[in-house]
C-alpha cells in the first residue's frame, strides 16, 4: 500500500553556520496535490525547497520524500531520487550555453536513450505548454525574466517527474502569465499526476490553485489549512499577505538593533 | 604600557600570520581533493568525448591566434637577439641552435603556459564561476547531473589536450620566426641554418622533454582555473577576483614548475 503523503517533513531544523533559519517545520504534502509555501522574504523558503532536493542537510528531524530519508540518502539514491524530482530555480537558472531548445532537451539527452526525433517532440510540447515554442532557437540572454521562468517551468517538467517543486513561479509575471501559470501548475499536477510544491507570495493566485497552504514565520509554520480554510480563517498573518501591510505578525524588517539608534538619534531626544 | 602596545601589536601580527598560512594550505588541500575528484569523475568526458571536442574548441581554437602571433614575435626576437651575441664569435650559423633550443626547451612550453593561462584559463574560471552564481550547477545536480563530470571534467581534459599542441604551434611559428630574422633578414645561410638545428636538436632531450613539460603546465592552468571557478564566492566580485586568482596563481606556478622540471630534466638532479 502506498503513502499518500509524497512528502513528511518533520521536526525539521536547519541553519546557515550559527544562524539558525528553520527552527521546528512539520509539513506533509500529499501526492497529486498543489501545496503553497507561504512566508515573508527571507524567511527560508528556497532553503526549504533546497533541504526537499537534498542539496542541503538538514541539523535535526528528517525529510522523506517518497517515503525514502533524503538526508540519509547516498550519491546514487539522490541521483535516483532527483530524477523523479523538477524543480523551477528562483531566477530560473537557464544554461546560458544553450538554446531555450536545449535546455528543455537537457534531462532527455542525460537521461534518456530516446532518438533525437522523439526528443523535438517532446521538447515542442512542454515549450508550447508554457507559451513558449517560437523561442526555441533563443539563447537564454534574449529572453525577459518572465520568459525565462517559463523555459525553466518548462525544463523542470521535462521529465515528467512526480514531483516538482517551484520557487517563486509568479514573481515577473504579467498577469496573462500569471494566470496562465497558476493554471498550468494545476493542470500538470492533475493530468499527469504528480505533486506540486509552490513557494511564492502571491496570495490571490495560490489561493485560486492550491489545495493546502502552509504560512511560515521566523523558522516555524505558523498557520495552515485548505485555500477555503485560509480565507475563511481571517487569521492576522492571512490578513497582512491578502492586504499587503507592513505591520503585522509577519515581520518586513531583517532583525536589526532599533531604527532611532542606528541613526544616532538616541542624544538629541535625551 | 608601550611595552605591552608593542606586544599586542606582535602578536596580532603573528596571529594574522598564522591564519594566512592555515587558510592557505586549506586552500591547496581543497584545491588537491578537487583535483583528484576531477580525475574520479572523467569517465564522462571520453565516453561522451563530444563534450570534451567542444571544449578543445573553446580552449584550444580560440586560442590560437594568440598563441601563434605571440610565437611569431618571440622567435623574430630570438633571432635578432641570439645573432647579435653569436656574431661576436663569429658563430652567427648556429643561430638555428639557439632559436630551436630555447623555444623547445623553454620558451615554447612556458610562454605557451602563461598565454594560455591569460586567454583561456581566466575564460574558464569565469564561466565556471558564473555558472556556480546563476545556480546553473545547482540546477544540473538537482536534475541528476553531476556538474563535475558534465561540466568541470571535460574542459579539464580539453586544457590537458590542448596545451601541448599550443606550446608545439608556438615553438614551430617561433622557428620560423628565427628563420624569417635569421635567413631572410639577415641573410645567414639557409642550409647551415636547417642543417645545424636538425643536428643539434635531440627527439628525446629535447623536444620530448618539451612536450612534457608541457602537459604539466597544461594540467596546472585548467586545473587551477577550474578549481578557482568552482571555489568563487557566487557573486560579480568573487567571480572578478578568482579570474584575476587564476591568472596570477597559474602564472607563478608554471615559472615554478618549470625550475623543477628542468632541473630534474636538464641537471639530473634526483
Ligand atoms: N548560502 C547562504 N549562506 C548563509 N546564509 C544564507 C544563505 N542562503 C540564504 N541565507 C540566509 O537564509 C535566510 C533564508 O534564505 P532563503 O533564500 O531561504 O529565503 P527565502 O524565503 O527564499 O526568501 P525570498 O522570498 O526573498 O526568496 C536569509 O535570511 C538569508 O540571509
Ligand atoms: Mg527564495
Known amino acids: 500500500m502506498q503513502n499518500d503523503n509524497l512528502i513528511e517533513i518533520e521536526q525539521l531544523a536547519f541553519g546557515y553556520g550559527t544562524r539558525s533559519i528553520l527552527k521546528n517545520i512539520n509539513l506533509t504534502a500529499k501526492r497529486g496535490q498543489v501545496v503553497a509555501i507561504m512566508g515573508s522574504s527571507g524567511c527560508g523558503k528556497t532553503t526549504l525547497l533546497r533541504l526537499i532536493g537534498g542539496q542541503l542537510k538538514a541539523n535535526q528531524g528528517v525529510v522523506r520524500v517518497a517515503d525514502e530519508s533524503v538526508g540519509d540518502l547516498d550519491r546514487d539514491g539522490l541521483c535516483r531520487l532527483r530524477r523523479k524530482m523538477g524543480m523551477l530555480f528562483q531566477f530560473g537558472a537557464l544554461f546560458t550555453d544553450m538554446t531555450v531548445f536545449d535546455n528543455v532537451a537537457f534531462q532527455l539527452r542525460e537521461h534518456t536513450d530516446l532518438p533525437e526525433d522523439a526528443i523535438r517532440d517532446l521538447v515542442l510540447m512542454k515549450l508550447h505548454a508554457v507559451g513558449l515554442r517560437g523561442a526555441a532557437q533563443l539563447m537564454p540572454a534574449e529572453l525577459s525574466g518572465g520568459m525565462a521562468r517559463r523555459v525553466a517551468l518548462a525544463r523542470a517538467i521535462a521529465l515528467d517527474p512526480m514531483l516538482v517543486l517551484y520557487d517563486e513561479p509568479f514573481a515577473g509575471l504579467d498577469p496573462i502569465s500569471l494566470g496562465v501559470t497558476g493554471n498550468l501548475i494545476r493542470r500538470l499536477t492533475d493530468t499527469l499526476g504528480l505533486t506540486s510544491v509552490v513557494v511564492t507570495h502571491d496570495i490571490h493566485e495560490s489561493l485560486k490553485i492550491v489545495d493546502y497552504i502552509y504560512f511560515i514565520s521566523e523558522g516555524v509554520i505558523v498557520a495552515e489549512g485548505t485555500a477555503d480554510e485560509i480565507r475563511a480563517s481571517g487569521l492576522p498573518f492571512v490578513h497582512q499577505f491578502v492586504h499587503g501591510e507592513a505591520d503585522g505578525p509577519v515581520p518586513f524588517h531583517y532583525p536589526a538593533p532599533p531604527y532611532a539608534d542606528d541613526l544616532r538619534l538616541g542624544g538629541q531626544r535625551a | 604600557m608601550i611595552c605591552d602596545w608593542g606586544g599586542s601589536v606582535l602578536k596580532q601580527a603573528i596571529t594574522n600570520l598564522g591564519s594566512r598560512t592555515l587558510d592557505a594550505l586549506w586552500t591547496v588541500g581543497l584545491a588537491m581533493r578537487f583535483f583528484v575528484t576531477v580525475l574520479l569523475h572523467s569517465g564522462m568526458a571520453f565516453r561522451r568525448f563530444g563534450l570534451t571536442i567542444r571544449e578543445l574548441y573553446f580552449t584550444g581554437v580560440l586560442s590560437l591566434i594568440v598563441i601563434l602571433v605571440s610565437g611569431l614575435f618571440v622567435g623574430m626576437v630570438l633571432g635578432l637577439q641570439g645573432y647579435e651575441t653569436l656574431q661576436t664569435y663569429g658563430a652567427e ?27 583561456a584559463g581566466s575564460a574558464i574560471t569565469a564561466e565556471i564561476g558564473l555558472m556556480k552564481a546563476t545556480e546553473q550547477l545547482s540546477a544540473m545536480e538537482m536534475m541528476a547531473v553531476d556538474p563535475l563530470a558534465r561540466v568541470v571534467a571535460p574542459r579539464f581534459w580539453a586544457g590537458v589536450i590542448s596545451m601541448p599542441l599550443l606550446a608545439a604551434l608556438f615553438s614551430a611559428m617561433g622557428v620560423f620566426g628565427g628563420y624569417l630574422v635569421g635567413v631572410q633578414l639577415i641573410g645567414i645561410d ?21 612536450v612534457i613539460k608541457s602537459v604539466v603546465f597544461g594540467i596546472a592552468v585548467t586545473a587551477i582555473a577550474l578549481f578557482e571557478g568552482y571555489d568563487a564566492p557566487p557573486t560579480a566580485e568573487g567571480v572578478a577576483g578568482a579570474t584575476t586568482r587564476t591568472v596570477v596563481t597559474s602564472s607563478l606556478v608554471v615559472l615554478a614548475l618549470d625550475f623543477v622540471l628542468t632541473a630534474f630534466m636538464f641537471r639530473g638532479i634526483g
Open chain 2, 93 to 119: 650559423e648556429s643561430l638555428g641552435i639557439v632559436v630551436a633550443l630555447s623555444l623547445v626547451r623553454e620558451l615554447g612550453p612556458v610562454v605557451a603556459a602563461l598565454l594560455f593561462a591569460s586567454r
Open chain 2, 190 to 210: 639557409e642550409g647551415a641554418f636547417w642543417s645545424q638545428m636538425q643536428n643539434a636538436v635531440d627527439f628525446e632531450r629535447d623536444v620530448l622533454n618539451g
